[in-house]
Structures are given as structure tokens and as C-alpha cells.
T-cell receptor, first 111, second 113 residues
């Protein structure tokens, strides 16, 4: 599975848009990019998944450039409740696959 | 909603004890995973299973074993618990194929004294 690199921490204020970038230089052709969110004392929760260009859902947007060597999770108008750790994963979970998490980005949203 | 249930939220065991952590999922998922999470280290994969009776080692399998006798249940076993196995343990399941969406349980905070 491709290794990912993301910032250890980020700070933001309520109402701002937050962009968290993940680098994955050795992404393979069949790899998807997935982001998870984890609140303290809870298991991670799937946010969004994409393969190329842009994906948007009710929670976030995921931007993937043409070379797919990086991706950006965009959280619009964050609130205090978006304070969490965000993980970027790259790979394919097939019948013999696995999910490898890095250390994630700790996002702190301030009032 | 998919539900992944871990048998205990908190557990305290003594050094040398054999410890069983149980995980059950209700969505007929192919894949199941066990992770441990420690401050500053993120989530580390211990074992995963892609089918009944099938298992693969993750990044840190030493000191652990797993069992998957039924599709819905994946057990993590600490053969002889040690204090360095004090951690938060998280179980997850996923449908497999090209889908990378996994569903996590609430975690078991294990303390070995």
C-alpha cells in the first residue's frame, strides 16, 4: 500500500474552510484515496473516498489532481464539532487487502 | 446501519493472563481488522482476515493471535498479556472489493497490570 504523508496538526476557526493535504507519491493505478475522521474515545468514521478529480458529499469534498500523487480533503465552514483527527489512506481493500492508517492530522477548531 | 460490536468497552487484566477480545459485525462483511491505538502512534494494524479461517499479519502481530471461525466474528487473543499491551483496541469490518469504507467498533480500552 502506498505510504501517505500529512501534517501532524492544523488549527482553524469556526466558519473557515479547512483544507488538509495528503501526499502519496507512490500511489498505484488501482488505489483509491480514502479519508477517515476520528473523535476522541471513538473508532474512526469513513468520510469520503475518491479515485480522481473531485468528489463531494454532504460532509466534505475531496480534490485529486491528475497525477494523483496528492489529495486534499476540504471541510467547508468548520465548527467546533469538527475538531478531530483526520486520516488519509491509499490502497485497495480487496479480499486479501488491508487498511493501513498513518498518524493522521489533528485538526483543532477554535471559537 | 452497519454495526460493529466489541464485547467490552473497558478491561483490566493481570500480566500473564490469556485475554480474548471479541468483535462481531452484522453486515456480512468479508474483511475484518484488529488495530491498536496508542498516543502519538496512530492506528497500527495487528491482524486482518479476508474470509472465515483466513488471516494475515499486519504491522505488529507479535504477542497476538486471531481467530475467525464464523464470518461475523473476529477474535483477538493475547496469549500472555504484558503491560506493553495496555492500549485501545479497535475492530473494523469492510465489505471488500474496491470499496475502502470500513466500519469501526467503539474500541476496548485494555489495561494490563
Amino acid at each position: 500500500l502506498a505510504k501517505t504523508t500529512q501534517p501532524i496538526s492544523m488549527d482553524s476557526y469556526e466558519g473557515q474552510e479547512v483544507n488538509i493535504t495528503c501526499s502519496h507519491n507512490n500511489i498505484a493505478t488501482n488505489d483509491y484515496i480514502t479519508w477517515y475522521q476520528q473523535f476522541p474515545s471513538q473508532g474512526p468514521r469513513f468520510i469520503i473516498q475518491g479515485y480522481k478529480t473531485k468528489v463531494t458529499n454532504e460532509v466534505a469534498s475531496l480534490f485529486i489532481p491528475a497525477d494523483r500523487k496528492s489529495s486534499t480533503l476540504s471541510l467547508p465552514r468548520v465548527s467546533l464539532s469538527d475538531t478531530a483527527v483526520y486520516y488519509c489512506l491509499v490502497g485497495v481493500v480487496g479480499s486479501q487487502g488491508n487498511l493501513i492508517f498513518g498518524k493522521g492530522t489533528k485538526l483543532s477548531v477554535k471559537p | 446501519d452497519v454495526k460493529v460490536t466489541q464485547s467490552s468497552r473497558y478491561l483490566v487484566k493481570r500480566t500473564g493472563e490469556k485475554v480474548f477480545l471479541e468483535c462481531v459485525q452484522d453486515m456480512d462483511h468479508e474483511n475484518m481488522f484488529w488495530y491498536r491505538q496508542d498516543p502519538g502512534l496512530g492506528l497500527r494494524l495487528i491482524y486482518f482476515s479476508y474470509d472465515v479461517k483466513m488471516k494475515e499479519k499486519g504491522d505488529i502481530p507479535e504477542g497476538y493471535s486471531v481467530s475467525r471461525e464464523k464470518k461475523e466474528r473476529f477474535s483477538l487473543i493475547l496469549e500472555s498479556a504484558s503491560t506493553n499491551q495496555t492500549s485501545m483496541y479497535l475492530c473494523a469490518s469492510s465489505v471488500g472489493g474496491m470499496n475502502t469504507e470500513a466500519f469501526f467498533g467503539q474500541g476496548t480500552r485494555l489495561t494490563v497490570v
